[in-house]
């Protein structure tokens, strides 16, 4: 189911079309499809193809409802970014809230901010706040906080591929899974290790990167539920 699930991440495919990627039989990849589709994780759509005579053609995608909501404090305040497994159903819910609005306590807006995302939503596969080392925020329930590179890591991480992120002044190398911080330079990196991915993050690309590792981070959680 994992590889199945991947594969729609990457684009919408027919049953045919998995069932001839994943090498299986047509009535295997149904019954998988259904299977997810009762835990409603995956979800079918139709398409009538005018080059084949009006013959409609059902889809299979990921339930584009889940999201993961990215919690990032810009300008002293939270900006919540609803990030969902597929970029043409990006979420337009996104809403800023003053850091200090609550009785000038961070950690009381944040709980607002859990509020407002909905701390029981049904589709939300997470809540991850990236840590600004200038404001102390104390614990709030169902919202993770990670520094920027720990996310980034968090989200990448990968036990079957060999990934290269930099992240400003750091440097990590994740190894089918194992991550460390590394003085080599991305050449030296490559020179020596076969490198599957590799995300350099610049002041310029954050916001794109960011969202890459949220939709990742949707990916993982949704293969959780299977």
């Known amino acids: 189911m994992i590889y199945m699930m991947r594969s729609i991440l990457r684009e919408p495919k027919t049953l045919k079309e998995l069932s001839?990627?994943?090498?299986?039989?047509?009535?295997?990849?149904?019954?998988?499809v259904a299977e997810l589709s009762e835990k409603n994780i995956v979800k079918k759509f139709t398409i009538v193809q005018k080059h084949t005579n009006g013959r409609?053609?059902?889809y299979i995608c990921l339930n584009p409802d889940y999201f993961c909501a990215l919690i990032s404090i810009i300008d002293d305040?939270?900006?919540v970014k609803l990030i969902s497994p597929y970029s043409e159903f990006e979420k337009k819910e996104y809403f800023c809230i003053p850091i200090k609005q609550y009785a000038n306590d961070p950690t009381e807006t944040l709980h607002m901010v859990r509020a407002y995302i909905g701390q029981?939503?049904?589709?939300?596969?997470?809540m991850y706040l990236i840590k600004n080392?200038?404001?102390e925020i104390?614990?709030?329930r169902k919202i993770q906080k990670f520094k920027l590179h720990e996310l980034l890591v968090e989200s990448f991480a990968d036990n079957d591929k060999v990934?290269?992120?930099e992240c400003f002044d750091k440097r990590i190398l994740i190894n089918?899974?194992?991550?460390?911080?590394?003085?080599i330079t991305k050449e030296q990196v490559h020179s020596t290790l076969l490198v599957d991915e590799e995300y350099i993050v610049t002041e310029n690309n954050l916001n794109l990167i960011l969202t890459l590792a949220l939709r990742r981070m949707c990916e993982k959680k949704l293969e959780e539920k299977i």
């Open 20 to 32: 001839e990627e994943l090498g299986l039989a047509f009535i295997t990849v149904n019954k998988l």
């Open 56 to 58: 409609p053609h059902i």
């Open 77 to 79: 305040n939270y900006v």
């Open 120 to 126: 029981d939503h049904p589709y939300c596969l997470g």
């Open 133 to 135: 080392e200038s404001i």
């Open 138 to 140: 104390g614990n709030v």
């Open 163 to 165: 990934i290269y992120i």
């Open 176 to 183: 089918h899974g194992n991550a460390r911080f590394v003085k």
